[in-house]
């Protein structure tokens, strides 16, 4: 009796340490696969293999476990209310269990009842708690973990369209997986989730990257259908960039998976057979291109009719592919075709409607016959917009940004367009008019909308988005500016839009940090905000030591932030509305500053067919436009490429420099006023990487670099990110002492790539002549922790960039120690000069609305009034001789702008052919301009005008004795 208790008791222990019964870590490996059909989709297997593990002998545990994951399998397959009432009856019996890995099950069984419901605080509320209590297991593959994050990523993305929460989960959800033994089909999702993701934050390299994994991983585990969408995701994407050589192959390859897995009637073929016609029509493939489009309009007759939207569709795409290869009858039949299947579908208000009309117009754009283009785009948008009645095209629609939709505003736009190249193509001033009323409306409606958005993100995609719009308001006032040169009023308005088209963000941050110096409260507040923002940006799942702690941390940062900003708005209600004011200098005060600076200036603005440019020649401003035609093209491919490469080519250089100066270049200094040194210029575009002092402004067909007429010879150019940024220039300084922060890279004597000698030879160079403090070997934190208590910051690092993220360029410290753009934007530094030896420090995406996303950029919104930063991986050597140079004029007292130039001049003028190649010296660029070095004091001054007093009268005594 006494050996059965003690054996009662044992196995009591037992079970009591375990928790689990023995058979229920066998049923949780047969759930992984049951959990890898539901996740492609296979419910009906799943629900077979759950009935088959139900035959063997199971533990209360187990059976209550499978009886979760029925319900679990109802809510995939739709079946919403059997789930619900399973997953209800079962709730109290789940938490007597006490068991994370059940409990964590029932989380999210019902967070993916939420998602079904469309209920998304609910649906991320059950996430939440169901990754975090699933995390806590030691278990090799966690699947459910796996679908509780997943589901958080479609969440964000597809429900709520919050990108960068999407793009912080599929990250933890990758890290994850990084665990796991093999790949399986969750590695194959989650690259698709992170290409999605990256396609909507327009970043299309890296969405291809990811997406191309996914594609690979399918193939190899059979998943067909996701294959598929990868190959059609890559193909679109493409597609959108007009890459259509490229894309071609993707669609090809997708139809050729459709017609495999669905057969050769399947629906998704039409869109497919319509889009890849396109493509060949745009390639030039007329065989191909109609082959395709009539395949889909086959399938399109048979599968939905001939009175069907989808028979509309491939109508309107056959009629663009006529009028592209000249067909314009065969066009004007389709397209009419098309117009009447939505007219009878839709009836009079639809904006499906809407967009036939405005094929219509695009049809008879394409003819040059405006009126009837302007008829047809005003019907648009009388069908496109609530009461919206009028067909007089003087007319257009009251819009306000809340209620106005994206396709009205591509409507207005398109409308616009029609009216710019109608009136200057005509010599319609009525249209012109016309078009110069809508555009302020567009004007104001975009800005509104942008006022509204409260992360950063969307404002800069937004912007980018509509360039375009800005674009046909720089061509209404450029043309009126010529048509009536003594009205002041156009070339202001010319310039407003250019000032609007630049580096926003920057400015609206700069104008805040005013309010840094007037409350050490307030200076802490904004701090912590910048620092929170900073860390949201960068807490990414390889940051994370465990996905609860890294959700925990990212919902912690956020209250913070919710709670810091809410104080700021209380506090200090004027710091947010910065952003509701425009920081636009008026044309007046940008002349009494360049007058003060001794400069000429060009403000350019990159369209799709020309460049605009504001020009100051000394005396008065004019409007410009380039065509950017073959031979500018050209000349710019053939001087960059000279340039990059180091060719050894300077009479082709010479030639394609002196074409661009005269392009870019001239009308600003044509007259050579001699007290003008400098240009001011504020690029924008590919401009930005434009090194304008290498331009040449005479020819003399010497075949030496060395012998060019460079324009650096005559002016030093200084960079602005914004004309509006001219007027918040910091004053030079009158102390006669100015401390310097010395950063260089790690130097690894087994790493050929990665060496600096120069690094350490310009540090050297420096400290002999500026006090301050200098690490030879620095880390990033070294920078962070120093930023704010210096007035010079010299790094001289490695530098990467990064042309597809906004905020992924970097200077490298070291292999693991890397200073990302997103990092200095939590940090104070409000140096005066930040000079940036690396390599590409001046180079990242570009942005419509904002330019170049650079380190340098980063380095200005953090408070540096001026920064030299470099386009391209430049010599070390001769880095090092020019920044010797500049930091030796710089101590006496020549401001920084002029110092680099005399800097670059000196390689230049001491060098031969091959050594004065502007590959060596014109990386540099110089984005505001400040003077640092050591200023007479006022005894200094009064000993030397006593001391040449004394000279002449010393002088006067001996020649009057004489």
Known sequence: MRLACLTCALLSLIFAVSAQPPDFELIRKDLEKVDSLIFTFNEIKAYLF???????????????????????????????????????ALKERVDRTGDNYIIGNWL???????????????????????????????????????????????????????????????????????????????????????????????????????????????????????????????????????????????????IRKIQVFEGQQAYSLINYYNNLGYMYSMVSDTVESYASLYRSLSLAKRLTGTSSLEYAMISSS??????????????????????????????????????????????????????????????????GVRDFNSINIYNSPSVSGKETSNDVFQLMGRKL????????????????MIARELFQSLDTLLFDSRRRLKDDLSKIYLMDDMKRVLEFGLEVYFGLSKDYPDSVIYMEKFYRILQKSKSLMLVEEIEKSKWLASDPYFKDLVKRERSIMSNLAGITATSATRIDTFSTKRLNLISELDSVRGELLNRFPGYHQLALREHILSLPRLAEILKKKNSLFIEYFVGEDYIYSLVWDGVRFSCHRIDQSEGFRANLSLFLEILSEGRDEPLEYEEAGFYLYNALVREAVKIDRKNFRAVVIVPDGFLSFLPFEALIRRKNGLADFSQLDYLIRRYSVEHSFSSSLLAKEA?????????????????????????????????????????????????????????????????????????????????????????????????????????LSACESGLGKVMGGEGVFSVGRAFKFSGAHAVVQSAWR?????????????????????????????????????????????IRWAAFTSYGSVAVGEKPSLATWLLAILGIALFLLTRHYYLHRR
């Open 50 to 88: 759950i009935k088959d593990l139900r035959k063997q002998q199971l533990s209360k545990e187990a059976l209550l476990l499978l009886d979760v994951y029925d319900a679990r399998i109802d809510f995939h397959s739709g079946n919403l209310g059997n789930g619900l009432k399973k997953l209800g």
């Open 108 to 254: 999210l069984s019902k967070g993916i009842f939420h998602f079904r419901k469309r209920e998304h605080e609910a649906t991320l509320a059950l996430l939440d708690s169901a990754s975090t209590i699933l995390a806590r297991l030691d278990i090799s593959m966690n699947s459910p973990l796996i679908f509780s994050l997943h589901f958080k990523v479609l969440t964000y993305h597809w429900r709520l369209s919050d990108v960068e929460s999407a793009l912080l989960e599929a990250q933890a959800l990758i890290r994850l997986l990084e665990e796991f033994p093999r790949e399986t089909v969750y590695h194959a999702s989650v690259h698709y989730s992170m290409g999605s993701i990256y396609n909507s934050r327009a970043e299309a390299e890296l969405a291809r990257t990811h997406i191309a994994k996914s594609i690979v991983t399918a193939s190899r585990l059979g998943w067909g259908n996701l294959e598929t969408d990868g190959y059609v995701v890559i193909g679109n994407s493409l597609f959108n960039d007009k890459q259509f050589d490229k894309a071609i192959p993707y669609y090809t390859e997708a």
């Open 318 to 383: 056959l009629a663009k592919a006529h009028l592209h290869f000249g067909r314009t009858d065969s066009a004007k039949i389709y397209l009419s075709k098309s117009l009447q299947i939505k007219e009878s579908v839709f009836g009079s208000n639809h904006i499906e409607l809407a967009w036939g009309y405005a094929g219509m117009a695009d049809f008879f754009f394409e003819q040059q016959l405006y009126d009837s283009a302007l008829h047809y785009i005003q019907k648009s948008l009388v069908v």
């Open 417 to 432: 367009e029609y009216l710019v190249k109608a009136g200057y193509q005509n010599n319609t001033m009525e249209y012109v």
């Open 731 to 835: 004053p030079a300084l009158e102390a006669t002492k100015y401390r310097i922060l010395g950063l260089g890279a790690y130097y690894n004597k087994t790493d050929s790539q990665r060496r600096l000698p120069g690094s350490k030879r310009e540090l050297n160079s420096i400290e002999k002549l500026w006090e301050g403090h200098y690490f030879y070997e620095a880390t990033k934190g070294n920078l962070i922790d120093n930023a704010s208590k210096f007035d010079i910051i010299h790094v001289a690092v490695h530098g990467v960039s990064d042309n597809n993220t906004v905020n992924g360029s970097y200077l490298e410290f070291s292999k693991e120690d890397r200073l990302y753009a997103s990092d200095l934007y939590s940090i104070v530094t409000n140096a005066r000069l930040v000079v």
């Open 874 to 918: 430049a010599d070390d050597g001769a880095s090092s001789v020019i920044m010797e140079y500049f930091y030796g004029q710089l101590k006496k007292g020549i401001d920084s702008n002029e110092a680099l130039k005399l800097a670059k001049l000196s390689i230049v003028n001491s060098g031969d052919n091959k050594t004065a190649h502007p």
